[in-house]
């Protein structure tokens, strides 16, 4: 095959056109859940099955995530602080670290591969099996089916998770402090207090609520965007699963940015 | 009343797949939609009850414009449009029981118990008595079919829109589709549209054909017009013979 001078310049069109009707699909795609918000007596008998499926069956990977976070992060900080700064601070850390930034972040990375990809590959069959418009068909609005009680649940599941997490990863790093650095629980419960704020815990809820919404709406709008049969399916659940990883962080970034002033 | 399909043009990027389909079919009749693969017969179908929207022209069903509809008013006229996919379509994680009642759960507004017998009665138009505990993937092709069907005339729909309803059956199975098939323009007295490649069946079950070929309907009559046309790209698709498609223009 001949290359010509316009190949980059055609791939660049071809991208900037992509990239236009992605937007538009996704903005459709908001104002089209927005609107089925109001079809109450679609979305809510699916919403507690929803919350049991992405909040309740996401514990045990984010607990455990959360506990050898917890474990690493006592046995870092000791490492660092050694000599110089009192080991109390190992608290202080743990506490600090887990609640803000890694409860949060490791949970909604790691609920991005399993309810992120969960919903799109689910989704994404509904799509090329004709089920979204055999709903359709019977008087369904999809997105109130479908899409509403995902979102919702995120919204409400993952600030649940989240808490569960940051306490394991809080506890792991008590009984690490205590077993494997020899602290007593006064010394580390002292410098957990030390610089605790109530505020923090609201700023870790606010954090996973953005980051449930992220991952159940991206999940939706990749699912039900599929084409073409068992391979689109797969390409919608691994886009799933980096788009909604990225904006996590972007997330993670604007909310230190905005609310840690 | 009837479904008017008025001058329809539809692009998927640059494949244009309808350029200027026009067809009528009539209150009462069953009316089998031939032509090749990706001749964008589905397409047609999709229209009609707008889960596709036309880049032209129009869709008329019981004398109202589809594309206009709102919403509500969409879903009302769905309620009498039951349509059939081509592998069923059903929901994987319900009982077929579930599956068929589901339609009439959002329509009908109907008491559970009414809704336990109407699934009942579907299903034994369909010869699927006992099945209705079974979930989807606990079934053969056929049956899959027949419980689509089933869901398709549970809220008792004027017209009803065949996607392929016998491709990929054996033979016996394909005569208990088309059996159905006539069964239900007798003696529910649904309009139905079929999209078949399958010519022993749309010969069987069908008042009128039409075929459809590059974006536009190549030919409509009754069957035995079908039989005796002349048409060399009708001709070489009824008898499978390419070789006819030299001559044609």
């Known amino acids: 095959m001949r290359l010509s001078v316009l190949d980059p310049v055609q791939a660049v069109g071809r991208a900037a056109i992509s990239s236009v009707a992605a937007v538009g699909r996704a903005g459709y795609g908001v104002a089209a859940a927005l609107r089925a918000m109001r079809d109450g007596r679609t979305w809510a008998p699916h919403l507690v099955e929803q919350m049991a499926r992405i909040g309740v069956e996401s514990v045990p990977i984010g607990l455990f995530i959360a506990m050898f976070t917890g474990i690493v992060l006592a046995l870092q900080a000791s490492y660092t602080f050694t000599g110089a700064v009192p080991l109390y601070f190992v608290g202080t850390l743990v506490a600090k670290t887990m609640v803000l930034e890694l409860g949060p972040v490791l949970t909604g990375l790691s609920l991005s591969g399993r309810v992120g990809a969960n919903i799109a590959a689910e989704l994404g069959t509904m799509r090329v099996t004709e089920q979204v418009d055999a709903l359709e068909t019977l008087g369904y609005d999809p997105h109130a089916y479908l899409v509403v009680p995902r979102v919702l649940a995120g919204m409400l599941m993952f600030p649940v998770v989240v808490i569960l997490a940051d306490a394991m990863g809080i506890l792991a790093g008590w009984a690490t402090s205590l077993y494997l650095l020899s602290m007593s629980t006064p010394e580390f419960m002292k410098g957990a207090r030390l610089f605790f704020v109530p505020w923090d815990v609201e700023f870790s809820i606010i954090k996973a609520a953005s980051f449930g919404l992220t991952v159940t709406a991206v999940g939706c709008l990749f699912g039900f965007g599929t084409r073409g049969g068992a391979e689109g399916v797969g390409r919608s659940t691994t886009r799933a699963v980096v788009v909604s990883s990225m904006i996590i962080l972007v997330l993670d970034a604007f909310w230190a940015a905005t609310l840690l002033k | ?249």
């Not at chain 2, 036309?54 to 509809?69: M, T």
């Not at chain 2, 809704?115 to 606990?138: F, N």
């Not at chain 2, 017209?159 to 392929?164: G, M, R, V």
Request: charge should be negative.
């Open chain 2, 1 to 249: 009343m009837s479904i008017e399909l008025k001058d329809l043009h539809k692009a998927f990027g640059p494949k244009r797949v309808l350029e200027g389909f026009s067809l009528e079919i009539r209150e009462g009749e069953t009316l089998s939609l031939i032509g090749q693969s990706g001749a964008g017969k589905s397409v047609v179908l999709k229209h009609i009850v707008r889960l596709l929207e036309p880049d032209g022209g129009e869709v008329w069903v019981d004398g109202a414009n589809v594309g206009a509809l709102s919403r509500k008013d969409l879903y009302d006229l769905r309620r009498n449009v039951g349509y059939v996919f081509q592998f069923a379509a059903l929901f994987d994680s319900m009982t077929v029981e579930q599956n068929v009642g589901l339609g009439l759960r959002r329509l009908t507004g109907m008491a559970e118990a009414d809704i336990h017998d109407r699934v009942e009665e579907c299903l034994h138009l369909v010869d699927l008595d006992g099945y209705g505990e079974r979930l989807p993937s606990e079934l053969s092709g056929g049956q899959k079919k027949r419980a689509g069907l089933a869901r398709a005339i549970a809220t008792r729909p004027k017209y009803l829109l065949y996607d392929e309803p016998t491709t990929g059956l054996d033979p016996l199975t394909k005569a208990v589709i088309d059996e159905l098939i006539m069964r239900m323009a007798e003696e529910l007295g649904v309009t139905g549209v079929v999209i078949t490649h399958d010519m022993e069946s749309a010969y069987r079950i069908s008042d009128r054909i039409a075929m459809l070929h590059e974006g536009r309907v190549r030919f409509e009559g009754v069957p035995d017009d079908l039989r005796t046309t002349d048409d060399p790209v009708v001709k070489a698709f009824v008898e499978g013979r390419p070789e006819l498609l030299e001559n044609a223009s």
